[in-house]
């Protein structure tokens, strides 16, 4: 008889399935098991090409590492626990002590925070610029500058950089290149064509696209993925779960589909919106009336679910009533880039104790377009705003 124990560490598995499954499997592993030391000793010289441990690689985010890479026209690719996590795996990876960073004025939250409140503790300084401005970035320039960090669109007011402008004088100087291209997803901008070094996305928008998964990557030329593995990535351990990798590669079948779907709704919103007597201004980079829409149209092929209003309105009372009647249809949430249409409305952060009022008034709201019809969002804008 067959040792129980034996039964129950090691029979039937190892038979693998004898078609290829349509659907990837989810390889809920840790680690992985080889037969010969000189495969194993393989695994160990070039992790990142094999499957040794997960922390490092697995063969679920293996293939969505593939994916991001070829969607970003990149060599290479990482896939991290949050979009985060990329930046600072990103980040960290081009400076050491003494260095200074250039970044663009008003970058997302938690950028801010590393490169304002926790680079300093390690001395590296970052100098924050007009992005529109090159002029502003020469200005900023140092000796020691290492790394020029970019968002653009950022996911707010959309402020653009021009991309192949920033990367020529950054090849130049020796600097490093980083975009945050969250905003456009790599179906609407692909900055390695401009000559971006590293491309780091916040995937919990766009690319998982159902709001269930928080994930984050960086894409670039395989020499600096590489040390990014070997040296940040593998230390810090902010890996993503097989089960979170299997689920981004199910949303990624229909990315185009909801890119589109985002990007054709918004403009039909905002061309109604823009209209409306109650609307001050509408920010949005797909349109004739944002001041950089040139450069938007050379440099990216759409602008997807984002956009902002300012309103007309005489108090916070007013705004606030307006925003919680919207809130059927648009409720209030972070984030973005799921199935669901979202607001978040300046005037939350007014009035918070211990809290300085923010720099846009309490007038501005920045909204997300999902997957609804553009005439169930324009119903409730009109409702909502018929008693404004
Ligand atoms: C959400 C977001 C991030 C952070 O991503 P997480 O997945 O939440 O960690 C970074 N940049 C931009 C532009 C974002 O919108």
Redesign the pocket.
Same mark, same amino acid.
């Given at each position: 008889m067959r040792d129980w124990t034996d039964i129950l560490t090691h029979l039937g598995e190892h038979d693998l399935p004898k078609a290829l499954p349509i659907v990837p499997p989810i390889v809920q592993s840790s680690n992985f098991a080889y037969h010969s030391v000189a495969d194993f000793r393989a695994a160990f010289l070039q992790e990142l090409d094999h499957h040794l441990y997960t922390r490092g690689n697995n063969p679920t985010t293996d293939i969505l590492r593939q994916k991001l890479a070829a969607l970003e026209n990149a060599e290479d690719a990482l896939v991290l626990s !949050?979009?985060? *996590? *990329?930046?600072a795996v990103s980040v960290l990876g081009q400076v050491q002590a003494g260095d200074h960073i250039i970044c663009v004025q008003k970058?997302?939250a938690? #950028?801010y925070k590393l490169l304002e409140n926790f680079l300093p503790r390690f001395e590296i300084e970052t100098t924050f610029v007009d992005g529109r401005d090159l002029a502003a970035i020469e200005a900023a320039y140092r000796p020691e500058t290492r790394l020029l960090f970019l968002?653009s669109p950022? !996911?707010l007011t959309y402020e653009l950089q021009d991309l192949q402008a920033c990367a020529q004088w950054a090849q130049q100087r020796g600097v490093t290149t980083i975009i945050?291209n969250?905003?456009c997803s790599p179906i609407y901008q692909n900055p390695i064509d401009y000559g971006i070094d590293l491309v /780091?996305?916040?995937? #919990?928008?766009y690319l998982g696209g159902h709001s269930d998964v /928080?994930?984050?990557a960086i894409c670039g030329k395989r020499a600096m993925i590489h040390r990014l593995f070997e040296s940040e990535f593998m230390t810090l351990g902010t890996c993503l779960s097989p089960n979170d990798a299997w689920l981004v590669l199910r949303s990624l079948r229909t990315l185009p589909l909801r890119m589109e779907r985002c990007f054709e709704t918004t403009q039909r919103v905002v061309a109604q919106l823009r209209q409306h007597p109650k609307v001050e201004r509408i920010w949005y980079p797909w349109d004739d009336s944002f001041e950089q829409y040139e450069l938007a149209k050379q440099q990216m092929r759409g602008a997807g679910g984002l956009f902002s209003v300012q309103f007309k309105a005489d108090s916070i009372e007013q705004m606030e009533a307006l925003c919680n009647r919207l809130s059927a249809v648009f409720p209030m949430a /972070?984030?973005?880039?799921g199935h669901e249409s979202l607001q978040v409305p300046t005037c939350v952060f007014y009035n918070m104790p211990d809290r300085e009022a923010p720099p846009l008034p309490y007038t501005f709201v920045r909204y997300y377009v999902g997957l609804e019809s553009a005439d169930y969002l324009l119903k409730a804008f009109e409702e909502a705003l018929h008693h404004l």
């Amino acid at each position: 008889m067959r040792d129980w124990t034996d039964i129950l560490t090691h029979l039937g598995e190892h038979d693998l399935p004898k078609a290829l499954p349509i659907v990837p499997p989810i390889v809920q592993s840790s680690n992985f098991a080889y037969h010969s030391v000189a495969d194993f000793r393989a695994a160990f010289l070039q992790e990142l090409d094999h499957h040794l441990y997960t922390r490092g690689n697995n063969p679920t985010t293996d293939i969505l590492r593939q994916k991001l890479a070829a969607l970003e026209n990149a060599e290479d690719a990482l896939v991290l626990s !949050s979009g985060s *996590a *990329a930046i600072a795996v990103s980040v960290l990876g081009q400076v050491q002590a003494g260095d200074h960073i250039i970044c663009v004025q008003k970058p997302y939250a938690w #950028t801010y925070k590393l490169l304002e409140n926790f680079l300093p503790r390690f001395e590296i300084e970052t100098t924050f610029v007009d992005g529109r401005d090159l002029a502003a970035i020469e200005a900023a320039y140092r000796p020691e500058t290492r790394l020029l960090f970019l968002e653009s669109p950022n !996911s707010l007011t959309y402020e653009l950089q021009d991309l192949q402008a920033c990367a020529q004088w950054a090849q130049q100087r020796g600097v490093t290149t980083i975009i945050d291209n969250s905003y456009c997803s790599p179906i609407y901008q692909n900055p390695i064509d401009y000559g971006i070094d590293l491309v /780091v996305h916040s995937g #919990t928008k766009y690319l998982g696209g159902h709001s269930d998964v /928080v994930f984050g990557a960086i894409c670039g030329k395989r020499a600096m993925i590489h040390r990014l593995f070997e040296s940040e990535f593998m230390t810090l351990g902010t890996c993503l779960s097989p089960n979170d990798a299997w689920l981004v590669l199910r949303s990624l079948r229909t990315l185009p589909l909801r890119m589109e779907r985002c990007f054709e709704t918004t403009q039909r919103v905002v061309a109604q919106l823009r209209q409306h007597p109650k609307v001050e201004r509408i920010w949005y980079p797909w349109d004739d009336s944002f001041e950089q829409y040139e450069l938007a149209k050379q440099q990216m092929r759409g602008a997807g679910g984002l956009f902002s209003v300012q309103f007309k309105a005489d108090s916070i009372e007013q705004m606030e009533a307006l925003c919680n009647r919207l809130s059927a249809v648009f409720p209030m949430a /972070v984030s973005w880039g799921g199935h669901e249409s979202l607001q978040v409305p300046t005037c939350v952060f007014y009035n918070m104790p211990d809290r300085e009022a923010p720099p846009l008034p309490y007038t501005f709201v920045r909204y997300y377009v999902g997957l609804e019809s553009a005439d169930y969002l324009l119903k409730a804008f009109e409702e909502a705003l018929h008693h404004l």
